[in-house]
């Protein structure tokens, strides 16, 4: 299983496991809680910003409808104090103008002139032409027909006491045309028949300083503004006068005029106003307040983006924390089945999983732990009986002697002894002796090469008494490889077997060598006769076990074979080369480097 | 499934990322935009003569309104096509985003029109235009239209066989050439009492003169009609000073304080005025559109309206006639940007 690095891979595990599925299922459900909490929050701050800032709107339009109210309430005052002064009578209907009068009016007119920059102009018109404005020194319109003026025709015969115009252009000083809103009273000449007949108008034009800037104290956030409508819907006020003038911006005045409501919403996206409407019983003046929605909801957007910061770290969280649930969860599991897959490929070092947890996964684990060392135990117990049966079957090779070989030798030297010739009894029989301690009272199942060398001896001069005129041997050891351990019955079983398939079938005599060196840090001993030698088939079959030389002491090359092989491993063990009629090699190898055991 | 984990990984930080993306666009949107600058190049700037007067404020309140330096620079005299050329230059130099002009003459700034617009810089025409089509936005009157309307309404106060002359401004100058064109339109078959034309370069004097020289040349005269403000206002006065107000009737085109007040007097019987504010503000409105690769128009017609004495107090040409500035007062946030 090749593990991939990716980051994907780092949060979510395998996507299979369990781990992941936790993760997918905590995380969803954190999230959508965020997700879900965020929305509402936002939702809600969103109307609740809303309905406090339009209230707030409609309380400020309704301050500013006061205030103008009471700006035009102290107008008013004015003009009922002008025109109730007995001057003005005296000056407007009197048989001929008062100059004291006129002086006593001009002082009045000074006086407020100088006290209010609001008010542009003031002055009182007699329909008997006579008239008296500001300080009486700039030129009246000559070409002005006043009748022609609204303000003046609507005072003099309107029923109210005063009359409140729109924004209009005034005509009445000779050069200039400003626009103005002008308040004109009636006036009665105390003096004449006709009560209701008005024979006078006092007017006050008031420029837009003060109302623009009590529109501009009234105004919501940056891009908010107040305007004012009058009666019929005409613009009375709006910072962008001119510019509504020349049709190059519009109000929504059909809407603010047909609603009964305080507010209205008018537009769409970016583009939605909300109109704060208050309207003047005093004036008949609509007072609006317009402000953008998006910029009334400024502050919910601030809000609402912090909510959005706020829920993606909370998410990060969540992703990690599920992430920390979902692996404390299956971390146990996930340790306990990687014991399982090593113990499952024969690895028992790892079989002590940490336990922390005391929960069903911590049984589980302990249950794991406590099988996995019976199983240890049993799979060592089973080594060691293995072992043991291999160790008897071993001795129980070993300790073979063929009998035949025993009775041949003894009969060889029967033979040499009714020949007298003694030597040779002495010199085979001290051979068999040692042969037979040898093989029989030596109870280790490891020798050294000498002991096995010196074994082959004894076995070859027996061998060469009995077959004199047949064979001749040397041995010729490294002596530094006398040491190495070596299984018994190794070397002697290979000679014997050179013996019988080699060189007996010869005609002449032949020639046995054992050779003993060393050879890339092994031990190699060789067999060497210059015999019959063997063909390709004999020697293919010649490990097999049914290949037992009856003649021998019973144990073939398939036995030393074997035997060298459990005892060294496969890679060391007994090779055979061979050519007919040119002779035989017999090559063992072992371990160079055993500690020596004797 | 596994192969999924990386998409699945990766679109969760798609998602984080585009978020915070999302959120800086949202800062950053809410954040300004460039100031434009402008050089606006009328005729003419005179105080008395309420066409510039009114188009520059227009042009003024449109550059508060949309974040835009507008420089406005001028010849002393409307016919000094030079003086007009020279400035033109120096705004060149200048290497505004764009320069709004009513050109004096029909050919004689193109070359330096070009040049400019190959500096990159966008051409709009207010009020006239020259020879070639080098701009990128024209705002004018329909000049065609406010002659036809004046000559309508001459037709509509003369009897069949009443003399009339015209005075125009500047000859050649495509305003005049259009509304005498209008003009004569208008008046239909009338046309033909049209007995002379005569050029005042719009100067008063000029004009004043002229129309004397007229009112001598055609004892019968019955009508003068000027073709802007220089020459129906000099030719109001040379009927008013002559007391010739009963038997010749001013028509013109374009107002001032004093054309009101000759109205007012009853010397002007017509003047089909323009709308300068309108078209000085949607002169700046629709090149600072263009500059900022919004929805424009190329040709913008402003319109005009015709004043007689018995309009001329209604709120409807109040408002045209004489302009509401509120410039004065302008409602600002800590920027310095006026907004609407």
């Not at chain 1, 008005?198 to 908010?224: H, M, P, R, T």
């Not at chain 1, 001290?430 to 199942?445: F, G, K, V, Y």
């Not at chain 2, 330096?112 to 705002?139: F, H, P, W």
């Not at chain 2, 006065?237 to 009101?260: H, L, P, W």
Request: aromatic letters at 8%.
């Amino acid at each position: 299983m090749k593990k991939k690095f990716s980051p994907g891979a780092m949060f979510l595990g395998r996507f299979n496991s369990i781990q992941s599925v936790i993760f997918a299922m905590v995380s969803m459900l954190l999230l959508g809680a965020v997700a879900i909490v965020t929305v509402i929050s936002m939702n809600y701050t969103r109307t609740s910003v809303f309905d406090n800032s339009s209230l707030y709107t409609q309380t400020i339009i309704q301050q500013m409808n006061q205030n103008i109210d009471s700006y035009i309430d102290y107008m008013e005052n004015i003009s009922y104090l002008v025109s109730s002064n007995e001057d003005v009578q005296s000056y407007l209907f009197g048989e001929e103008t008062d100059p004291e009068a006129r002086g006593r009016i001009l002082n009045q007119f000074k006086t407020i002139l100088d006290s209010r920059n609001d008010i542009l102009n003031l002055g009182i018109i007699g329909e008997n032409g006579r008239m008296l404005i500001n300080n009486a020194q700039r030129l009246t319109n000559p070409d002005l027909d006043i009748h022609t003026q609204e303000w003046y025709t609507n005072a003099l015969e309107g029923s109210a006491s005063s009359y409140l115009s729109s924004s209009h252009v005034q005509h009445i000083i000779s050069g200039e045309r400003p626009w103005v809103i002008t308040l004109s009273r009636g006036i009665r000449n105390k003096s004449s028949k006709s009560e209701n007949q008005k024979e006078g108008v006092f007017f006050i034009d008031l420029n837009y300083s003060a109302i623009s800037e009590l529109c501009n104290q009234s105004v919501v956030g940056n891009q908010g503004y107040a305007f004012i409508l009058d009666a019929d819907g005409n613009i009375v006020y709006h910072p962008q006068q001119q510019q509504l003038y020349n049709e190059l911006q519009t109000e929504n005045i059909s809407l603010i005029m047909g609603t009964d409501k305080d507010t209205v919403l008018s537009g769409k996206g970016s583009a939605e106003k909300l109109y704060s409407i208050s309207r003047s019983e005093k004036t008949g003046w609509t007072v609006v307040d317009c402000v953008r929605v998006e910029e009334l909801l400024r502050k919910s957007n601030k809000a609402q983006s912090l909510y959005v910061l706020v829920a993606m770290g909370l998410m990060i969280v969540a992703l990690f924390f599920s992430r920390f649930i979902s692996r404390s969860i299956t971390q146990p599991i996930q340790q306990l089945c990687d014991s399982m897959a090593r113990v499952q490929e024969g690895d028992f070092s790892v079989s002590d999983v940490v336990v922390d947890s005391k929960n069903e996964i911590g049984s589980l684990t302990k249950s794991f732990n406590v099988m996995t060392h019976r199983i240890q135990d049993l799979m060592e117990q089973n080594i060691r009986e293995q072992e043991a049966k291999r160790k008897s079957e071993l001795k129980a090779l070993q300790s073979q002697i063929n009998p035949h070989f025993l009775y041949n030798t003894l009969d060889s030297i029967i033979w040499m002894a009714e020949g007298k010739k003694n030597e040779e009894v002495v010199l085979m029989t001290a051979s068999l002796a040692r042969l037979l301690r040898q093989s029989i009272s030596n109870e280790d199942e490891v020798v050294s090469i000498g002991q096995e060398v010196e074994y082959a001896r004894g076995y070859l001069t027996i061998q060469k008494m009995r077959y004199k005129d047949k064979m001749e041997f040397q041995i010729d050891v490294d002596p530094s490889i006398l040491h190495i351990p070596l299984i018994k019955l190794v070397l002697q079983p290979v000679i014997e077997n050179a013996i019988y398939h080699g060189l007996k079938y010869k005609e002449s005599k032949g020639l046995l060598m054992v050779k003993g060196f060393r050879k890339n840090g092994n031990a190699v001993l060789q067999v060497i006769d210059n015999g019959v030698g063997m063909d390709q088939e004999t020697l293919d079959h010649i490990y097999e076990k049914h290949k037992v030389n009856y003649q021998s002491n019973g144990v073939g090359v398939y036995n030393v074979q074997k035997r060298l092989q459990l005892y060294y491993g496969s890679e060391y063990g007994i090779t055979y080369e061979s050519e007919k009629g040119v002779g035989t090699t017999a090559t063992i190898t072992i371990p160079g480097n055993q500690e020596g055991q004797q | 499934m596994r192969k999924y984990r990386k998409w699945i990984a990766a679109f969760l930080i798609i998602c984080i990322a585009g978020a915070a993306a999302g959120m800086i666009y949202y800062r950053n949107a809410t954040g300004g935009e460039r100031r434009l600058s402008m050089i606006y190049i009328p005729k003419v700037v005179d105080g008395t003569n309420d066409f510039w007067t009114s188009l520059i404020l227009g042009t003024q309140m449109a550059a508060k309104e949309y974040n835009t330096e507008i420089e406005v620079m001028a010849p002393e005299e409307e016919n000094d096509i030079e003086g007009q050329n020279r400035i033109l230059k120096e705004a060149v130099e200048k290497q505004p985003d764009a320069i709004l002009i009513s050109p004096s003459s029909f050919t004689e700034s193109d070359s330096l029109i070009q040049e400019a617009k190959d500096r990159g810089i966008k051409i709009t025409y207010i009020d006239s235009y020259t020879e070639q089509n080098i701009q990128d936005i024209t705002v004018a009157t329909d000049n065609v239209e406010a002659g036809r309307q004046l000559g309508k309404f001459a037709a509509s106060i003369l009897e069949p066989d009443d003399q009339i002359a015209i005075v125009a401004h500047v000859k050649g100058v495509s305003t005049a050439v259009e509304r005498e064109q209008g003009f004569r339109d208008g008046l239909g078959q009338m046309a033909d009492n049209i007995v002379d034309v005569v050029y005042c370069d719009s100067s008063y004097e000029k004009s004043f003169k002229l129309t004397t020289e007229l009112m001598e040349k055609y004892p019968e005269l019955k009508m003068v009609a000027g073709m802007n403000e220089y020459s129906s206002v000099g030719a109001a006065r040379a009927v008013k000073t002559a007391g010739a107000e009963n038997q010749i009737q001013v028509v013109g085109v374009d107002s001032s304080q004093e054309a009101v007040q000759l109205m007012e007097k009853g010397v002007f019987k017509g003047i089909v005025v323009q709308k300068a504010f309108k078209m000085g503000y949607l002169g700046v409105e629709e090149t600072a559109r263009l500059l900022r690769g919004q929805n424009y128009e190329t040709e913008i017609d402003s319109g005009c309206q015709l004043v007689t004495p018995d309009n001329m107090y209604s709120s409807e040409i109040e408002k045209l006639l004489f302009p509401f500035n509120t410039l004065k007062t302008p409602k600002t946030n800590e920027k310095g940007e006026v907004y609407p």
